[in-house]
Nanobody
Framework: QVHLVESGGGLVQPGGSLRLSCAASGSIFAIFTMGWYRQAPGKQRELVASITTGGSTNYADSVKGRFTISRDNDKNTVALQMNSLKSEDTAVYYC???????????????WGQGTQVTVSS
C-alpha cells in the first residue's frame, strides 16, 4: 500500500506564491517519477509537472517559468513551488507517484487525496 499525503494548498491572490508538498510512504520498492497533476471544475485532470529519480523535469507549457518541481529521493518527497499564480491555476492539485510496490509487480500510478489551490482577489 502506498500513501501520498499532500499539504500547502490554499487561497492566494493573483501574482502570489504557494508551495505544495507531498510525502510518500508505505510499501514502495521503486519510484520512477513523482509529479503533480491538477483538475479544474469541468475539465480533465492534466499534468502540471513531473520529475524522475535522476532529476529530469517535465512541465506543462502553461506553467513553464512560473512553477518549479523538486524532489528528495531519500525522503520520498516532492514539492511544487508555484509563483506568479493566475486565476486559471485554480484547481485541485494531486500528487502522483509512478513506481513499483514489489519487484514482481508492474509499475503503477498512485495518487494523493488532492489539495485545493484557489487564485482569486
Amino acid at each position: 500500500q502506498v500513501h501520498l499525503v499532500e499539504s500547502g494548498g490554499g487561497l492566494v491572490q493573483p501574482g502570489g506564491s504557494l508551495r505544495l508538498s507531498c510525502a510518500a510512504s508505505g510499501s514502495i520498492f521503486a519510484i520512477f517519477t513523482m509529479g503533480w497533476y491538477r483538475q479544474a471544475p469541468g475539465k480533465q485532470r492534466e499534468l502540471v509537472a513531473s520529475i524522475t529519480t535522476g532529476g529530469s523535469t517535465n512541465y506543462a507549457d502553461s506553467v513553464k517559468g512560473r512553477f518549479t518541481i523538486s524532489r528528495d529521493n531519500d525522503k520520498n518527497t516532492v514539492a511544487l513551488q508555484m509563483n506568479s499564480l493566475k486565476s486559471e491555476d485554480t484547481a485541485v492539485y494531486y500528487c502522483n507517484l509512478h513506481g513499483q510496490v514489489a519487484v514482481f509487480r508492474p509499475p503503477d500510478d498512485y495518487w494523493g487525496q488532492g489539495t485545493q489551490v484557489t487564485v482569486s482577489s
